[in-house]
């Protein structure tokens, strides 16, 4: 090899060319792991990319002051230390500090970034602009909650997590980092609480809001991961269930352990009302969710809760659940407002396993092409029609259906037999396919609670009907349908079990005869009763029976509940759901009919977290013997107090202590209190909204 060519590839790197960093141990030392290790192999990388790191707290008499380009600061909110560093630096002598050249017209002004900055460049081998690393917030500009002016980490996760910690050994874990999670949470939101708690603790303290992330910027990237997570919904496994599955319509509701399709009614319908439909119906099967579908659900979701303006290039961990590789979808949509992915499911080209799509002429010998992934468009499109969910959308697709138009083609040439309802769903699409207006819901309200009222009063009841408008419609305007949870509110609730239990039966009926809502012979009518009897015991049982806290079937209520199709005034036909609660189960009711579905994952989870067990009808916890075996299921307030980081205890206001014992348990009357048994901030509808 020649002296010129050994020179040549001697030669620094130009990326980071007359570039002069400078680096204080003191101001970082609580903020990285290992940081000796790290800033000598910052320094030894620097100087092959062509520039110089200076570790120093103060600048060298060696080094001249106009030289320095960078200074590195922390992640974290700016703490005194850094002020006083900062003011030093920029105030004292020239062989101290940074300070006006003499010999230069102008003054010096270096650029002030965090870390990212240079660990972000030296990973991408570009020089990455200063813009998108900003230093953290002043002193001034925060609250003393939101300031740590204790070490974080000075080691890797070296001890074993405490019980109530999701947090693994694993540093690099997306969500752990505790500067990456007050960025996320944000400075209004940021308690020091937040720097340990579990995962799924820590999301439930952001904010969900579609106009906080409008405002942001940040609702194209939840949009566009939505749509990931609708077409693997479409695309996903199916299987068999003899038990019956849903109906294929979004539910705002959601297990911990699984992403349903169904409705969170259940599986069971009352065979009274059972349909004629073929074996092709969706009610004989259920929706496996995949993992690809809830990674893509969740991601949107953190996307919806993030503080801050989301730019590239974003990293593993930098927001929860945010891995690699989905840091690099995320980088993609950032810089080209899609991904090959999406790109391959809108077109109805199969995708790959890594991410990609294979076109009709593409070969691709590396990735995995997942075949039944094709057609994700003309399938998604097709489920979101009353009556068609995943297994019809494939066979239609497999019969070379790809839009509503071939669907009629197909049906008048006598190809493919549809059902009533998918029939009616088919014909008045357009209805079904555009938001339902205000006007509409306001309508569908005042003719429930009339009906209900009559009800009540024709068999001798007492109280008031409670209506209130949950699901997508009270998170935000726009939604495709109407739900409505209803109770009876009196002072003696046990003298109008009966009419509770009756109601829905007897609301669908006088519905049905006033031509309000269309019976089964003629569109989708789904009704569910008689569960409630002795439904506290059976969720008891199912509890105890699960090895996990949160039992696999917690999303499937037992709630009295109709869903149909509702025929307004002005002639369009919307989708009605009615789901009648206990006036005690009401507020769990609540929160679990209004969602969001993530945001209830979350919650459930976060309950599981903490060995309890959270559905739409009640609090459980489960308690154990010394071997490990189950001693029973008990309801929370009523029974047992609440487990927060593994003790059982009351919160102050829940029970009044009489004698030195314990007296009379608070009732959980609204959402206000089932948040704050559980032990989180409380949060209204349109904060839920992921």
């Given at each position: 090899?020649?002296?010129?060519?050994?020179?040549?590839?001697?030669?620094?790197?130009?990326?980071?060319?007359?570039?002069?960093?400078?680096?204080?141990?003191?101001?970082?030392?609580?903020?990285?792991?290992?940081?000796?290790?790290?800033?000598?192999i910052w320094s030894s990388s620097v100087t092959e990319a062509g520039g110089h790191l200076i570790i120093s707290d103060i600048l060298s008499t060696t080094t001249s002051p106009n030289t320095i380009t960078h200074i590195l600061l922390p992640t974290k909110p700016t703490a005194p230390s850094t002020t006083a560093f900062l003011?030093?630096?920029?105030?004292?002598?020239?062989?101290?500090?940074?300070?006006?050249?003499?010999?230069?017209?102008?003054?010096?002004?270096?650029?002030?970034?965090?870390?990212?900055?240079?660990?972000e460049s030296l990973k991408a081998q570009q020089h990455l602009p200063?813009?998108?690393?900003?230093?953290?917030?002043?002193?001034?500009?925060?609250?003393?909650?939101?300031?740590?002016?204790?070490?974080?980490?000075?080691?890797?996760?070296?001890?074993?997590?405490?019980?109530?910690?999701?947090?693994?050994?694993?540093?690099?874990?997306?969500?752990?980092?505790?500067?990456?999670?007050?960025?996320?949470?944000?400075?209004?939101?940021?308690?020091?609480?937040?720097?340990?708690?579990?995962?799924?603790?820590?999301?439930?303290?952001?904010?969900?809001?579609?106009?906080?992330?409008?405002?942001?910027?940040?609702?194209?990237?939840?949009?566009?991961?939505?749509?990931?997570?609708?077409?693997?919904?479409?695309?996903?496994?199916?299987?068999?269930?003899?038990?019956?599955?849903?109906?294929?319509?979004?539910?705002?509701?959601?297990?911990?352990?699984?992403?349903?399709?169904?409705?969170?009614?259940?599986?069971?319908?009352?065979?009274?009302?059972?349909?004629?439909?073929?074996?092709?119906?969706?009610d004989l099967y259920m929706h496996t969710t995949s993992y690809r579908e809830l990674k893509y659900a969740r991601v949107a979701a953190v996307v919806r809760g993030c503080a801050f303006k989301i730019t590239p290039p974003v990293v593993a961990g930098q927001i929860p659940f945010v891995g690699e590789a989905i840091a690099g979808q995320i980088n993609d949509v950032l810089r080209t407002g899609t991904t090959e992915m999406l790109e391959g499911f809108r077109h109805n080209v199969a995708v790959t396993s890594s991410g990609g799509s294979k076109g009709k002429a593409g070969k691709d010998s590396k990735k995995k092409v997942r075949s039944e992934s094709v057609g994700g468009a003309s399938r998604a499109m097709f489920c979101r029609l009353p009556g068609v969910a995943e297994r019809t959308a494939r066979n239609w697709w497999n019969r070379g259906l790809m839009t509503f138009e071939d669907v009629e083609d197909a049906v008048d040439q006598s190809k493919i037999t549809l059902t009533v309802e998918q029939l009616f769903s088919l014909q008045h699409r357009s209805d079904f396919l555009e938001v339902t207006t205000r006007e509409e819901v306001e309508e569908m309200k005042e003719e429930v609670e009339r009906t209900l009222s009559s009800i009540s009063t024709g068999c001798g009841g007492e109280g008031r009907w409670r209506v209130e408008l949950v699901g997508g419609g009270r998170r935000c305007a726009a939604a495709h349908d109407a739900d409505f949870l209803c109770t009876l509110s009196s002072s003696n609730?046990?003298?109008?079990?009966?009419?509770?239990?009756?109601?829905?039966?007897?609301?669908?009926?006088?519905?049905?005869?006033?031509?309000?809502?269309?019976?089964?012979?003629?569109?989708?009518?789904?009704?569910?009763?008689?569960?409630?009897?002795?439904?506290?015991?059976?969720?008891?049982?199912?509890?105890?029976?699960?090895?996990?806290?949160?039992?696999?079937?917690?999303?499937?209520?037992?709630?009295?509940?109709?869903?149909?199709?509702?025929?307004?005034?002005?002639?369009?036909?919307?989708?009605?759901?009615?789901?009648?609660?206990?006036?005690?189960?009401?507020?769990?009711?609540?929160?679990?009919?209004?969602?969001?579905?993530?945001?209830?994952?979350?919650?459930?989870?976060?309950?599981?977290?903490?060995g309890m067990f959270l559905n739409s009808h009640c609090l459980m916890i489960k308690e154990t013997s010394n071997n490990g075996g189950n001693i029973g299921s008990y309801l929370v307030p009523g029974e047992r107090p609440p487990r927060r980081e593994g003790k059982l205890e009351w919160y102050p206001g829940w029970t009044k202590k009489e004698d030195g014992g314990e007296g009379e348990v608070r009732e959980v009357k609204d959402e206000r209190d089932v948040f704050e048994l559980i032990g989180l901030p409380y949060r209204e509808p349109f904060e839920r909204d992921c």
């Open positions: 090899m020649s002296a010129k060519k050994r020179q040549k590839q001697a030669s620094p790197r130009p990326l980071l060319k007359d570039v002069f960093i400078l680096a204080s141990p003191t101001l970082l030392h609580d903020t990285i792991p290992f940081l000796s290790d790290r800033l000598s003011d030093h630096l920029l105030t004292s002598s020239p062989s101290a500090g940074l300070v006006e050249d003499k010999d230069r017209k102008n003054t010096h002004s270096p650029h002030m970034v965090t870390v990212l900055w240079l660990v200063e813009s998108q690393f900003p230093p953290p917030p002043p002193l001034s500009s925060l609250s003393s909650s939101d300031i740590i002016t204790t070490p974080i980490i000075t080691q890797h996760h070296t001890t074993t997590p405490t019980t109530n910690s999701n947090i693994k050994t694993n540093p690099h874990r997306p969500g752990t980092d505790p500067y990456y999670r007050f960025n996320w949470v944000g400075s209004d939101q940021w308690t020091p609480l937040c720097e340990k708690m579990s995962i799924n603790r820590l999301v439930l303290q952001g904010i969900f809001s579609q106009s906080r992330c409008i405002a942001l910027g940040n609702e194209g990237l939840y949009q566009v991961f939505t749509e990931l997570a609708k077409y693997e919904r479409a695309v996903g496994e199916i299987r068999d269930s003899g038990s019956g599955g849903g109906n294929g319509h979004a539910s705002s509701s959601s297990s911990s352990s699984s992403f349903p399709s169904y409705r969170p009614h259940g599986p069971r319908y009352t065979t009274t009302v059972s349909t004629t439909n073929t074996s092709d119906d969706e609730n046990k003298n109008n079990s009966t009419t509770i239990e009756g109601a829905i039966l007897k609301l669908v009926e006088m519905l049905e005869r006033s031509g309000k809502i269309l019976p089964r012979s003629q569109a989708m009518h789904r009704l569910q009763h008689g569960l409630l009897p002795n439904h506290i015991s059976k969720l008891k049982q199912l509890h105890l029976k699960e090895e996990g806290a949160a039992p696999r079937h917690q999303t499937l209520d037992r709630f009295d509940h109709f869903y149909g199709i509702y025929q307004c005034n002005n002639g369009k036909y919307r989708r009605l759901d009615v789901i009648i609660t206990p006036p005690e189960e009401y507020a769990f009711g609540l929160v679990g009919w209004i969602g969001s579905r993530m945001f209830l994952r979350f919650m459930r989870l976060y309950a599981k977290d903490e």
